[in-house]
């Protein structure tokens, strides 16, 4: 008997319906985390003088908060 037939030859099957133990866990009501926009702005002042946020990505930021608001 070939290594194929022995590993394949003790299977039978199982069940159609595949159970998963990674079940969703209920979600407690919470309301969301309020941002503190002083400090938002201050990391946005920071992170164009540090060269880490050019104009175009504050121009981004910005289309996508109007998309938001309107």
């Not at 201050?42 to 050019?54: C, E, I, P, Q, S």
């Amino acid at each position: 008997m070939s290594n194929l037939n022995t590993l394949s030859g003790g299977y039978k099957g199982g069940s159609p319906r595949v159970r998963s133990n990674n079940s969703k866990k209920p979600q407690i009501n919470q309301d969301p985390k309020k941002i503190d926009l002083n400090l938002l702005i201050d990391d946005l002042k920071r992170w164009y003088a540090d060269g880490n946020l050019t104009k175009d990505g504050l121009n981004i930021l910005k289309e996508e908060i109007n998309k938001l608001v309107l």
